[in-house]
């Protein structure tokens, strides 16, 4: 069995309010410490991108701080991240605007963590060699064992209009690659700062909650992003038969 934890969006440096971005750095640490302050082990934490809000090198290295971690932690990167300091500070990589995707070995699964990202849009895209290396990692990766599948846009409609008109084009090539690997057990993003749950290509799609804001439901009253809702997270069971449950905290 291999316990995940999934969180999104926690937009370090985020300006919207008027502490220059206190509040976020905040309840990202307040996420982390319950996670770290866990009785048992996790086998990982994912974050699914807008780790920054600018995509500042200063940023970055706010990011490592905070996401600093007894677990393992799996990153991908969001509309509002930039590769090229991205790759820097929390890789140590050379800069470069080539899409960061991974491939995490994990004991119980194989987790992929695609870059969805346009750089200098908001709208999200597996490009053609992303979908490529997708294809090429879930045909050589260990097949005895599940595969989750991980970026920040959700490939389709999640009736929150702002973010349906950002959310990741092109869908129908991510879907014939998924076709091809029955293994995949889930797929995995953020974007939407709500919590939700539905399906892509026959598969669960499954959305972090965002961290430092929520987004309202046009019946909530259409508000946008409110920030007086507290920061959530998911937890995601995966079986050893490849069932996947989901459970989503407050983290208060």
Sequence with gaps: ????????????????????GKRARRR??????????????????????????????????????????????L?????????????QVLLGEEPSAEPVNRLHRLAGADVLMLDSSIPGQHDGLLDDPTLAWLDAQLTSGRQELPALVAFHHPPVELHVPYVDGIRQFGEARLAEVLRRHPRVAALLCGHSHTPAATTFAGL?????????????????????????????????????????????????
């Design 1 to 20: 069995m291999l316990t995940i934890a999934h969180l999104s969006d926690i937009h370090l440096g985020q300006v919207h309010s008027r502490d220059g």
């Design 204 to 252: 669960p799609l499954l959305v972090a909650p965002g961290v430092v804001s929520t987004i309202a439901l046009p019946c909530e009253g259409g508000r946008g992003i409110t920030f007086d809702h507290p920061p959530m997270l998911a937890f995601h069971v995966l079986d050893g038969d490849g069932r996947l449950t989901t459970h989503y905290r407050i983290v208060l």
């Design 28 to 73: 990202a640490e307040q996420v982390m410490a319950y996670l770290n302050a866990l009785p048992g082990p996790l086998d990982a934490v994912l974050v699914t991108g807008d780790l920054a809000d600018h995509g500042l090198p200063e940023e970055y290295e706010q990011v490592a701080k905070a996401l600093t971690s007894r677990h393992p932690v």
């Design 75 to 87: 990153t991908c990167p969001g509309n509002h991240d930039v590769r090229a300091p991205y790759r």
